[in-house]
């Protein structure tokens, strides 16, 4: 990362300082802070370091994982009870009732020592063991498999509808905290129900079979066509069951196998001595690359980003002619905008004066001249085009719906297309109030 000599020589010095810090610092306590330091030391050294190679591929066999090794209470380890979970357990909703006993018990946690040291494999008792544990352990894993929940995604994008709980858990997943499993008897059944806890134990097993498959220099033993077979078969079924491991098993276990794909050519790079990466970078001087073209642009196209806003764009040729459009009426027609007014003014349709808009709210039922909104429109057209807004407007006004009728009634009549029916409208009126009044007057004589 750094080539300068300073860097060079105060290498050593940082080394041991971040190893310190690492010696002194709780890895259960500190886990984020301990991830820092070695993040800082695999940036800052050169990928050549020999510190942090391990050629003699040595395991951490002081991890050493602690279970009970007898059993006190084989009818207990079936059926744990909620009050016995331990503080920061995960409890998931036991769907799957998986009957653990203290052989299954024992045969689990059995595994770590495997996991831990990888070459005890070779030896043909401890491999008798793995063998037998590994099917035992990997049998329960499919015949009991958990069930998808409702708030895990398909692999193929399908999302589901999720409440603020679940999406309160989604992003809590974020920070999580990978610290060692409690091995308590009794909480066994709840970590297999647990699909995080199963993608742990598989990837472990999946990188014990990719090394004691693989061949390397350092490592004498191997393995025979049997244990081979028996390796590779197991291999394929773990990642059969990640697959099977919501959410997103096939997302995740295709994303284990790339990983583990760049460990084995990591693990071939250093079975080879950890050649110099300089020694094999082409030493010829690196040819300038061609510069594209620049996309010309035609200022007479109209391109707008997207097809649609494109499409909308050239509907017209231009903002003016866009604005005549005749399918852009702003303004009505005064003719056009009185039919309506005139026609609820006739007693004849018998229009309501007021109106009740919780009861029809649908059904229009009230004059227009009522409408807030008509007024609003009426008087604006009505004081551009009529003589008789401004006649009128000369008197007081304090009722804008009678005054809206008048001034509509005469702006009627003195336009030719409502001339003639306006009349007609006045002679039946007319007429019709003579009629009354006969009736009237003749009731009030036959009473006298």
């Known amino acids: 990362m750094f080539e300068s000599p300073l860097v060079e020589t105060s290498q050593t010095p940082i080394l041991r300082m971040c190893n310190d810090l690492l010696k002194r610092l709780s890895r259960s306590a500190e886990t984020s802070f301990c991830g820092r330091i070695l993040f800082f030391l695999s940036r800052y050294l050169p990928l050549s370091e020999k510190s942090g190679l391990n050629l003699m591929g040595h395991f951490n066999t002081q991890n050493v994982t602690k279970f009970d090794t007898s059993e006190t209470q084989p009818v207990d380890l079936i059926n744990a009870s909620d009050d016995e979970i331990e503080t920061g357990e995960i409890k998931e909703a036991r769907d799957v009732n998986i009957p653990v006993d203290h052989a299954l018990y024992s045969m689990f946690w059995q595994m770590q020592n495997f996991f831990s040291n990888p070459v005890i494999c070779f030896d043909k008792q401890q491999w008798d063991v793995f063998q037998k544990n590994s099917t035992d352990v990997l049998g329960v894993f499919s015949s009991y498999k958990l069930e998808k929940s409702g708030i895990d995604d398909d692999d193929n994008g399908r999302k589901r509808v999720v409440d603020s709980d679940n999406v309160c858990a989604l992003i809590d997943e974020t920070d999580t905290y990978f610290a060692k499993y409690l091995t308590n008897p009794k909480l066994l059944q709840l970590q297999l129900n647990d699909s995080q806890f199963r993608r742990y134990f598989l990837i472990q097993f999946i990188i014990l079979c990719q090394y004691i498959s693989s ?9 025979s066509d049997d244990q081979a077979k028996f390796v590779n078969e ?4 773990c990642y059969r069951l990640l697959r099977e ?5 096939g997302h995740f276990a295709e994303s284990v196998k790339h990983i583990l794909q760049r460990e084995l050519e990591w693990a071939e790079w250093k079975s080879e001595s950890c050649p110099s990466m300089a020694d094999l970078a082409d030493k010829q001087p690196m040819q300038p690359y061609k510069k594209r073209p620049r996309t010309t642009f035609d200022p007479s196209l109209v391109d707008i980003g997207t097809p649609e806003l494109t499409k909308l ?3 017209e040729p231009d903002l003016l002619s866009a604005c005549r459009n005749e399918r852009r009426r ?7 905008f009185l039919r309506d007014p005139l026609d609820e003014l006739d007693p004849e349709q018998q229009v309501e004066d007021q109106y009740n808009v919780w009861m029809f709210s649908s059904i229009k039922l009230y004059r227009s001249t009522r409408d807030p909104a008509f007024q609003f429109r009426a008087c604006r057209l009505l004081m551009v085009e009529s003589s008789q807004y401004i006649s009128a ?3 007081q006004t304090l009722n804008i719906p009678q005054f809206l009728d008048n001034v509509i009634i005469k702006t009627g009549k003195n336009m030719d297309e409502f001339r003639a029916e306006l009349q007609d409208r006045e002679v039946r009126q007319a007429r019709k109030a003579v009629e009354e009044s006969l009736l009237r007057n003749r009731s009030n004589g036959i009473e006298g």
């Open 393 to 395: 407007q000369s008197q």
């Open 245 to 249: 491991t919501h959410p997103k098993g």
């Open 313 to 315: 764009w050239s509907i």
């Open 330 to 336: 702003f303004t009505p027609s005064l003719a056009s």
């Open 234 to 237: 197991s291999q394929e079924k």
């Open 215 to 223: 061949k390397m220099k350092q490592r004498n033993a191997s393995l």
